[in-house]
């Protein structure tokens, strides 16, 4: 009936006081397949009290120290990378080659996250009075950063494992301490992740992560006093999040209807391969999730698109298939709602509309236009619709006539034209002649509008949990 697994505080594994449990359905089997500890709002308390302690302390711990112990802490996890991402595997379906890259990929950033910070931690600013007219050459100011407290760490379950270390890396170098609530789905991947750091020798508190239902200490943890920054990555919670916390700095990476857009000259073969990498390589908040195609090339387009993906493979994940069960039944309803919504309006389905259990089937949605939900919304699910557009314009206006603005991609063999698509596009990255993507890691990674607010990215993430510190000498 499933393992039950503890969570984590000032150092060591315990057993909430609730007595009580959430279970973790596998989406392939549809059984519960681990259960995860129901913490209570006291745990969370006293979890809190820890973390501003361990803070106090690692804050003065030197620079170097704090980099060599998070070098470890990657090298521990690459070594555990199989049974983390055999939890991937059973929890959220990943296919298994996928959920190894993200946990090498997560050592990787890790280590890359101690190195930047060494860079940019390690050095201040000194300025001079007297640029500033009316001053004489007095004041002479040293500026440094320094951390911002207590990092609270709110992970989707797309990425439990990476889009956490990609939170807890750039807070631990800079000097915070911080708090983790893995999503439920990815909640036992995410406490394996955090037992490497605990492996690697993390000052006691430093680290926590706690478990349990959003009901109960969703709303408590991210407006708890003690918590000093938010990171959040997943849906709307993070517009209800934004607008419930305190005066605090926030990361929030929400939804995305990342839109392709296919000009006349674009490389057909290199569009569909990525259209069909971007739109059907998971549950992702960077993939393709609206083709926007000139009528002209459109046909040619979808028809190589197709017979891709006639070639992707359909079923389990521990079977490497290019297409897994989505996460939830609720997640596989909502996506068969858009699909049945656009049918009814006169979308052309490219294939057979599939369904079993959480696995749905790949499906290319030809002719969708704009009163269907499909060319707004965001399935979360392998199901892509395609719009066919007689100008860039159209092409721009529909992509800015969207809520997110997360990324989008443009191909072209023009470049000029490239660049002027990508300025008039609202999305936070653009990618010409490829499909959107979150990495490499150190790149900033941001969305407009409703997907988000402030820049991911490693060296971003590092200076968004900083404050600014100045000292002034001011000479006689
Ligand atoms: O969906 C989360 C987002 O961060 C995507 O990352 O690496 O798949 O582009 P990636």
Same mark, same amino acid.
């Given at each position: 009936d499933g393992d039950v697994y503890k969570y984590y505080s000032e150092g060591e594994w315990k057993v909430s006081n609730s007595g009580k449990t959430v279970s973790i359905i596998n989406p392939t089997t549809r059984k519960t397949q681990y259960k995860v500890q129901a913490c209570t709002q006291e745990e969370v308390n006293s979890v809190m009290e820890c973390s501003k302690k361990a803070q106090k302390s690692w804050a003065k711990t030197p620079l170097w120290k704090r980099a060599e112990l998070l070098h470890k802490a990657a090298a521990i996890l690459k070594e555990h990378k199989n049974p983390i991402s055999e939890c991937l595997v059973k929890e959220i379906a990943k296919p298994a080659k996928d959920a190894i890259t993200e946990v090498v990929r997560s050592g990787d950033l890790v280590s890359y996250c101690a190195e930047e910070g060494v860079r940019i931690l390690g050095e201040g600013k000194f300025l001079l009075s007297d640029s500033f007219p009316g001053n004489e050459r007095t004041k002479y100011c040293l500026t440094s950063k320094i951390p911002v407290g207590v990092v609270l760490a709110i992970p989707p379950f797309n990425y439990p494992v990476n889009l956490a270390v990609s939170k807890i890396a750039p807070a631990l170098i800079a000097g915070n301490s911080l708090v983790l609530k893995p999503p %439920?789905?990815? #909640?036992? #991947? #995410? /406490?394996?992740? !955090?037992?490497?750091?605990?492996?690697?020798?993390?000052?006691?508190?430093?680290?926590s992560c706690v478990t349990g239902k959003g009901s109960e200490i969703g709303d408590f943890l991210t407006m708890h006093p003690a918590v000093n920054c938010i990171s959040f990555t997943g849906g709307d919670t993070g517009i209800t999040i934004s607008k419930k916390a305190s005066m605090i700095p926030l990361q929030m990476e929400l939804g995305g209807k990342d839109a392709c857009i296919i000009l006349e000259d674009a490389d057909l073969d290199l569009a569909a391969s990525n259209i069909v990498k971007g739109g059907f390589s998971g549950q992702?908040? =960077? #993939? &393709?999730? !609206?083709?926007? !195609? @000139?009528?002209?090339?459109?046909?040619e387009l979808v028809k190589k698109v197709n017979e891709k993906i006639a070639k992707l493979t359909v079923g389990p994940p521990e079977d490497d298939c290019d297409i =897994? $069960? &989505? &996460? %939830?039944?609720?997640?596989? +309803?909502? *996506?068969e709602g858009l699909v049945t919504d656009a049918k009814q309006k006169g979308a052309m389905f490219c294939q057979v509309y599939k369904r079993e259990g959480n696995l *749905?089937? $790949?499906? /290319?949605?030809?002719? &969708?236009? $704009?009163? @269907?939900?499909?060319?707004w919304e965001e399935p979360f699910g392998p199901v892509? $619709?395609?719009i066919r557009i007689s100008s860039v314009e159209e092409g721009i206006h529909h992509c800015n006539a969207s809520n997110f603005g997360l990324q989008g991609c !443009?191909? %072209?063999?023009? *470049? +000029?034209?490239? *660049?002027?698509?990508?300025?008039? @596009?609202?999305?936070? =990255?653009v990618q010409i002649n490829s499909a959107p993507a979150r990495g490499p890691d150190h790149f900033p990674f941001q969305g407009l509008k409703d997907s988000g607010i402030g820049s991911q990215g490693i060296t971003n993430s590092i200076s968004m949990m900083t404050k600014i510190k100045s000292t002034v000498i001011n000479l006689p």
């Open positions: %439920t789905q990815g #909640a036992v #991947a #995410a /406490l394996h992740m !955090v037992h490497c750091f605990h492996l690697a020798g993390f000052p006691k508190g430093l680290i992702r908040c =960077t #993939a &393709v999730k !609206v083709v926007l !195609v @000139m009528e002209s090339v459109a046909d =897994t $069960p &989505v &996460v %939830t039944e609720s997640s596989a +309803n909502f *996506i *749905i089937w $790949p499906l /290319l949605l030809d002719n &969708v236009r $704009p009163d @269907m939900r499909i060319a892509l $619709p395609v !443009v191909f %072209t063999r023009d *470049i +000029n034209k490239a *660049i002027l698509i990508s300025d008039a @596009m609202e999305a936070g =990255t």
